[in-house]
Nanobody, 126 residues
Framework: QVQLVESGGGSVQAGGSLRLSCAAS??????????MGWFRQALGKEREGVAS????????SYSDSVKARFTITRDKTKRTLYLQMNSLNPEDTAMYYC?????????????????WGQGTQVTVSS
């Protein structure tokens, strides 16, 4: 089993920055073999993929809405996933979730990810 715990959410004004973290733990798996992703869900909207990163960090992908503003990275030694979010705007307000899947290729389809964190709230005010 894989346990994921997000942190770093909060309230920020438009134009500001936040860095989200996701700590992975558990037994019987190799963190370095998992593809990791960030998803978000705004109130009344469907969950959407934000960014993903391959086990080696060689491949990253972003949704068009966050490209050039958000950066996904991972630290294998710390088993931690990060999402640096810059130039935030009110449309970025949502609950942000970390997710993991065994490596079968890149992707931001939420139904491909079996492991999820509880989420961390990000609120951007204008």
């Amino acid at each position: 089993q894989v346990q994921l715990v997000e942190s770093g959410g909060g309230s920020v004004q438009a134009g500001g920055s936040l860095r989200l973290s996701c700590a992975a733990s558990g037994s019987g798996y190799a963190y370095s073999s998992f593809h990791m992703g960030w998803f978000r869900q705004a109130l009344g909207k469907e969950r959407e993929g934000v960014a993903s990163i391959s086990p080696s960090s060689a491949m990253t992908s972003y949704s068009d809405s966050v490209k050039a503003r958000f950066t996904i990275t991972r630290d294998k030694t710390k088993r931690t996933l990060y999402l640096q979010m810059n130039s935030l705007n009110p449309e970025d307000t949502a609950m942000y979730y970390c997710a993991a899947k065994p490596w079968t290729g890149p992707g931001l389809k939420s139904d491909e990810y079996p492991y999820w964190g509880q989420g961390t709230q990000v609120t951007v005010s204008s």
